[in-house]
């Protein structure tokens, strides 16, 4: 079957650097996305991967291993907006999303 | 503002009872999806429509059907309601079927009592 793997719940301080990752298992892969969601929001996007490496997008970075089935998303200098919960979602052969159940990050002054 | 409009943003009914919940996706977007999230759950999949035609269906009940209108808007339509149906639903819209760089709206919070 198809699935997706993240932590439910991490925390960290204000200023400091976090790493949520998630690991995916899909019938085909075209691609890897990472969406931010405040609570009782709608999903934002934050970035897609398809090729194997960093992407950089100013604070936020993603990274994808396409052989290991992993990605990660990297938030540096942390601010307190920065608490939310962060979905990762895998695009299969079909082009349809799989999605994680999303990391609820708390960040502490 | 994704551009994606959601209505009503608030439904409050009872059990047994029919709703119809209302989405128009971003101007020139011929993709529209349907999705259902429970309070601290992650997103459920519940339907895809391109243009028109109903592209894939994830795990949608037989009372729940939706429908995409020539103009592209979209409706889901929830019936013989149950206190579990609770949850919030969001309408997300994409340009193609292709990579699914997904515009969602603000969602309509259905409280079933």
């Not at chain 1, 929001?41 to 396409?66: M, Q």
């Not at chain 2, 037989?62 to 949850?87: K, M």
């Amino acid at each position: 079957g198809q699935n997706i793997d993240q932590p439910t719940e991490m925390t960290a301080t204000e200023g400091a650097i976090v790493q949520i990752n998630c690991t995916y298992q899909t019938s085909g892969f075209n691609g890897l996305f990472w969406y931010q969601q405040h609570a009782g929001e709608a999903p934002t996007f934050l970035s897609y991967n398809v090729l194997d490496g960093l992407e950089e997008k100013g604070r936020f970075s993603s990274f994808l291993s396409r052989s290991k089935g992993y990605s990660y998303l990297l938030l540096k200098e942390l601010q307190m907006k920065d608490s939310a919960s962060y979905l990762c979602a895998a695009l299969d052969s079909n082009y349809q999303l799989i999605w994680g159940a999303g990391t609820k990050l708390i960040i502490k002054p | 503002d994704s551009g994606v409009t959601q209505t009503p943003k608030h439904l409050i009914t009872a059990t047994g009872q029919r709703v119809t919940l209302r989405c128009s996706p971003r101007s020139g977007d011929l993709s529209v999806y349907w999705y259902q999230q429970s309070l601290d759950q992650g997103l459920q999949f519940l339907i895809h429509y391109y243009n028109g035609e109903e592209r894939a269906k994830g795990n949608i009940l037989e009372r729940f059907s939706a429908q995409q209108f020539p103009d592209l808007h979209s409706e889901l339509n929830l019936s013989s309601l149950e206190l579990g149906d609770s949850a919030l639903y969001f309408c997300a819209s994409s340009d193609r079927p292709g990579v699914e760089k997904l515009f969602f709206g603000s969602g309509t919070q259905l409280s079933v009592l």
